[in-house]
């Protein structure tokens, strides 16, 4: 039973917070080994037992449906046994510390934890006190690497490689986790990408002198071969950064009348949920372009390569 | 590794190949829901010959695919490096065929072990059958295979190797001396 070994740079970290926590070849391999991953969603029993014995605990401190969905039928697919933690009914009303809560659950022997929190950074404040392994499921408005990976995986199959392909992102790039942890990822893998968003919702450092910017959606989906459309964050949005939703859509939504400067097999997509009518019209979310609910599909095959990679013997 | 001596050229391969593929064409009693499954990674282009020879034989197609079952290893909480996985490719429906695996050597039989459970989730298959190029014996598990190239005795400090054109450009059986460390 021999083989090469499955990362192709063996320094791999032991948790994943950021996208910078794996090097371009790392990211290639669990792209690559994604796509084994995947065959096995479409089998009739889709199940392996590659994970049988290990335990993994999801965190989730901020409410999250698709996220905390899709790592959780990760896990059950690989045959690992899962423990669930929510922040509203947990002894963190009674004051606990978030120190003390991860303590009592590394007492509990769990491999991997799962965490999302509203907080950026607290990720790596719960890997100095475990000895299992972190993956971030979001954190704040820092990072959401899984996110990250399953966008480019989604892109490195449909074209075969992300190296060189024009990626126009729109939406709220201020509030967005996703975007920062696309962008780091996009840019470890060569794709050229372009931003279109009011100056408002621009935060100064995402400015990269690699990053396009225009207010000009026509420029910005001209020759795009995929257009991604970030959700406009309401619940955030309280201090009035754009005037008025109508406003916003007429001059930064994505329309349909826009995908003809596009590629002519640009490929739409969207992290969910979506805003129909705001950032994205529901005629481009519904359109033959639109890849958003294949993004799912690959957000499990992703999850469970990451988990392959990142659980420790 | 000190390599001790070759046991078999490209010409008695594709002997016990073709020898096999007849065997399996006989014991099936033709090409009826047949299926050759070659396992990952030298068992794919043994697999291929064996699949070629017997639709060339009887004139009719045969289902054919290729198995990984890297994710069903029992050791791989041992292993200090996790193998690459690769895709298990079946195009068609398992429940009635009947499946020969394919593979290089049969050793302890843990390969054999983990590609039955794959093959089980797949579905149902009638029956599955066995077919290695080289039997050395040293069995960890009650698996025996239904066609064998040749049975070679070995010691447990050896290794055979089997070089394929598909994966090392060349074809033939090594046997080689594990040196200690």
Redesign the interface.
């Given at each position: 039973?021999g083989?090469?070994?499955?990362?192709e740079n063996?320094e791999m970290r032991k948790h994943l917070i950021t996208l910078d926590d794996l090097s371009k070849e790392q990211i290639i391999?669990i792209l690559e080994?994604g796509?084994?991953?995947k065959?096995?969603l479409s089998?009739?029993?889709k199940?392996?037992?590659?994970l049988r014995?290990k335990t993994i605990g999801l965190l989730f401190f901020e409410p999250s449906t698709r996220t905390k969905l899709s790592f959780e039928l990760a896990a059950k697919r690989?045959s690992a046994d899962i423990v669930n933690f929510s922040a509203s009914t947990s002894s963190l009303k009674k004051n606990e510390s978030i120190k003390d809560t991860v303590m009592t659950l590394d007492a509990m022997k769990i491999d991997i934890y799962v965490v999302r929190h509203p907080s950026p950074g607290v990720p790596y404040i719960i890997a100095d006190h475990i000895k299992g392994s972190v993956i971030n499921a979001g954190d704040g408005a820092h990072s959401h690497p899984t996110q990250a990976i399953l966008d480019l995986y989604t892109m490195w199959e449909r074209f075969g490689s992300i190296k060189g392909l024009n990626v126009t992102i729109v939406g709220d790039v201020k509030y967005s986790r996703v975007v920062r942890s696309d962008i780091s990822g996009l840019l470890k893998m060569g794709a050229n990408i372009t931003l279109c968003t009011p100056k408002t919702l621009l935060p100064r450092y995402v400015i990269d002198a690699r990053v396009r910017h225009t207010f000009d959606m026509k420029k910005a989906v001209k020759d795009a071969d995929v257009i991604m459309g970030l959700r406009m964050q309401k619940e955030r949005q309280d201090s009035g950064i754009i005037p008025d939703e109508v406003e916003y859509n007429h001059f930064f939504g994505l329309k349909s009348h826009l995908l003809e400067h596009a590629s002519k097999d640009v490929m739409i997509m969207h992290p969910g949920p979506i805003n129909r009518g705001i950032e994205i019209d529901g005629e481009v979310a519904d359109s033959k372009y639109s890849v958003i609910n294949e993004q799912v599909t690959n957000g499990l095959a992703t999850r469970m390569?990451i988990f392959?990679?990142f659980v420790e013997? | 590794m000190k390599i001790k001596s070759k046991i078999m050229e490209k010409v008695d391969i594709f002997r016990s190949l073709k020898r096999i593929s007849h065997e399996i064409i006989e014991k099936n009693k033709g090409t009826e829901n047949l299926a050759i499954l070659g396992i990952r990674r030298r068992g794919v282009p043994l697999g291929e010959i064996i699949h070629k020879e017997i639709e060339a034989e009887e004139k009719k197609k045969v289902a054919s695919g290729i198995l990984d079952i890297t994710l069903y290893r029992d050791d791989l909480s041992t292993l200090a490096d996790k193998p690459k996985v690769n895709s298990t490719e079946i195009d068609w429906n398992v429940n009635d065929m009947n499946i020969v695996l394919v593979d290089d050597v049969l050793y302890t039989g843990r390969t054999i072990r983990a590609a039955l459970d794959e093959i089980m989730d797949y579905g149902r298959p009638r029956s599955i059958q066995v077919a290695v190029l080289i039997d050395r014996g040293h069995r960890e598990l009650p698996i025996m295979a239904d066609y064998v190239g040749k049975i070679i005795p070995t010691k447990s400090n050896e290794v055979i190797e089997v070089k394929t054109d598909e994966t090392d450009g060349e074809w033939a059986v090594w046997i080689a001396e594990k040196t200690k460390k």
């Open positions: 039973m083989g090469m070994d499955c990362r063996k391999s080994q796509k084994a991953f065959e096995i089998r009739p029993i199940k392996i037992p590659t014995g690989m390569s392959y990679h013997n | -």
